[in-house]
């Protein structure tokens, strides 16, 4: 192990045991107290990254999951005579059961993404708050609880408080830090970008976003039970007022809400500001300069002081100790067979969006190692077979088959899962991603299960083979157009697919681009991918494709070879016009 894995590890274990021992040293309660709130406000604002800064959905509602959980515990300790302790992991599992709840509702409706979330969550939250206030679990008059015995886990009350919450904050921060290592932090960072694109790069997305959803409310909860025993008397206005979302939200943004770290260091800052002011008599300023210095972040450092400085730090390092693509030299087209088995196969391939009939039984097999054009007049429904064979939308009607499995029906990262990856007509790439992370992202997802080394390898092997080679720390607006489509092509081969769809990839491309991307569709061909490629450009077409299919109103209305195809004056009256047939 290098001494710069070490030492920050070594730091982080004393840290963790100067602070767990910090309550025996006999300092005033007034310690306890303050070191305590910062724990809360690390530990809540650091859950609501989980899902809100990881993933993207914006959650206005973690009061209600912090509710949930201190009244979880005011309940079970004052009503059932449950111990304190006990009562801590089920004001967690109450809050995630909550959290779960909402999501396997919400989650699956699309329309319900941005501020629609957040504002749904903040209805829960005075929903909750309305139930609470109006049955016997709090019924108004607020929960006492004084008579609730403490541990004795430190020679003080505030001592064992201010235990439970250092405990909650390090198990919060491992949680966090597990996550944003992880193939689950990854999958959430790509539904934060693009769910849509995530999905279809294999990222289970709706199971990704409830344990997310189930962490960030669980935390939560238990925070919130733990803090029930800190305020001592519970009312519902104290508990579900808008100071907690708000607080959170903020306290994350200034850190840093992509980052598992960066919540904690805006939660400190923020507490210790705040608490200074209270301490001096001066809260009104203490508010004002905290607003004030969120301000100035959100201007100067939108995405928080933490990604500021670790942006700054990778900068700063030396050339050689970043990642550097191989140099693949592309491969000239070498004559290839066609196998006899169909990868793909549409029978009856139906897509209706309303009244509209964009696919109205297709009919298609290609073969394995095949290049398959596919061509058509605007609105004929190439884009729509592409969607439908990606899993991007549901068949209406019919089959499609890959590789023998019907895949009609299933969801797109289980079909991202069976071999297919494909490119977007614009391209969509994880805009908060560099280009390694880009091709790492869908190496991991889409192929088979790799070390995180051979993931690295792999990507760097596409970028080099799409000519990339140099820009692997670039983020995608970095790119120009013709390097973003061929970022989507490096991303599609990372997961290397069995079928290969391409979606207009030459669009917008000069002639010599034009002439890379042929040279590169060949090369990817090469190596055994079959591909079935969405193209206007008639001499790529005629260059690049075994066979080209053509659709028209949702048919398909010819297949065969390329030349013989073009030629047919009923494909060139629909699709080229009569100045092509003359
Ligand atoms: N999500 C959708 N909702 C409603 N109609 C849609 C949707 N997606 C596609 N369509 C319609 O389905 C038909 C086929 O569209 P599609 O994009 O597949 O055509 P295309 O052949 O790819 O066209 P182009 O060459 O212009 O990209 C069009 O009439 C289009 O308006």
């Known amino acids: 192990m290098t001494v710069g894995r070490t030492l920050p590890k070594a730091a982080a274990a004393l840290g963790i045991l100067a602070f767990a021992i910090l309550p025996t040293a006999g300092l005033p309660a007034f310690y306890d107290s303050f070191f305590y709130l910062v ?70 409706m699309k329309r319900l993404r941005g501020e629609l979330f957040a504002l749904l969550t903040l209805a829960v939250t005075f929903v909750i ?38 405990a909650m904050c390090v198990l919060t921060l491992g949680i966090a830090w597990w996550v944003a290592h992880s ?22 997305t709706f199971r990704y976003k409830l344990i997310a959803f189930a962490l960030s409310a669980g935390i939560a909860g238990a925070v919130g039970g733990i803090h029930a025993m800190y305020v001592g008397f519970l009312t519902v ?57 969120l301000v100035l972040a959100i201007l100067w450092l939108p995405d928080g002081v933490v990604p500021a400085i670790q942006a700054w730090l990778k900068r700063r390092r030396p050339v050689e100790e970043r990642a550097q693509a191989a140099v693949v030299p592309v491969v000239p087209a070498t004559p290839h067979r066609i196998g006899t088995r169909n990868i793909l196969e549409a029978k009856g391939a139906a897509k209706r969006f309303g009244g509209l009939q964009a696919l109205a039984g297709v009919d298609l097999d290609v073969r394995e190692g095949e290049i398959l054009g596919l061509v058509g007049p605007n609105g004929s429904g190439k884009t729509t077979l592409i969607n439908v064979i990606s899993g991007f939308y549901p068949l209406s009607g019919g089959t499609i088959t890959v590789d023998g499995v019907e895949i009609g029906h299933l969801p797109a990262h289980e079909i991202a899962r069976r071999g297919v990856a494909r490119t977007y007509q614009i391209p969509r790439p994880f805009v908060n991603m560099t280009v390694l992370d880009n091709v790492s992202m869908a190496a991991t997802f889409g192929g088979s299960t790799r070390t995180t080394a051979e993931i690295r390898d ?15 720390e670039a983020l995608p607006s970095e790119l120009n157009l013709h390097e973003r489509k061929f970022l989507e092509l490096a991303r599609a081969l990372a997961a290397k697919p069995k079928l290969l769809l391409l979606d207009e990839v030459l669009s917008g491309l000069n002639p ?40 028209n109103e949702g048919k398909l209305f010819a297949l065969g070879e390329p030349r013989e195809v073009m030629r047919d004056p009923r494909v060139v009256s629909i699709y080229l016009g009569k100045a092509y047939a003359a």
């Open 512 to 551: 010599t681009e034009v002439d890379n991307a042929i040279r590169l569709v060949r090369a990817i061909r090469a190596q055994g991918a079959t591909i079935v490629f969405v193209e206007h450009l008639m001499r790529a077409v005629v260059e690049l494709s075994d066979r080209v299919a053509v659709l």
């Open 129 to 166: 708050a309305t139930i609470i206030l109006n049955t016997p679990i709090d019924g108004g008059a607020g929960v006492f609880m004084s008579a609730v015995p403490v541990p004795n886990l430190m020679p003080t009350q505030t001592g064992t408080i201010y235990m439970l919450g250092f």
């Open 183 to 204: 193939r689950l932090g990854l999958g959430l960072f790509a539904i934060h970008d693009d769910e849509d694109v995530a999905e279809a790069k294999g990222v289970p």
């Open 237 to 293: 206005a104290g508990t579900f007022e808008l100071t907690v979302p708000l607080y959170v939200v903020l306290m994350s943004v200034l850190g840093g809400a992509r980052s598992w770290f960066g919540p904690a260091i805006g939660a400190t800052v923020i507490t210790a500001l705040l608490y200074a002011f209270i301490s001096g008599g001066e809260a009104m300023v203490g508010r004002a300069v905290v607003g004030l210095i």
């Open 39 to 108: 724990f809360f406000w690390v530990s809540l604002s650091t859950s609501w990254a989980l899902l809100s800064g990881f993933a993207g959905y914006f959650s206005l509602g973690h009061a209600a999951f912090f509710g949930v959980g201190m009244y979880t515990t005011a309940t079970l300790t004052t009503k059932a005579g449950v111990p304190f302790l006990a009562t801590v992991p089920v004001a967690a599992a109450m809050a995630a059961l909550l959290g779960v709840g909402i999501g396997a509702v919400v989650f699956r």
């Open 458 to 472: 792999e990507a760097l092997h596409w970028i080099g083979f799409t000519g990339l080679g140099g820009k692997e």
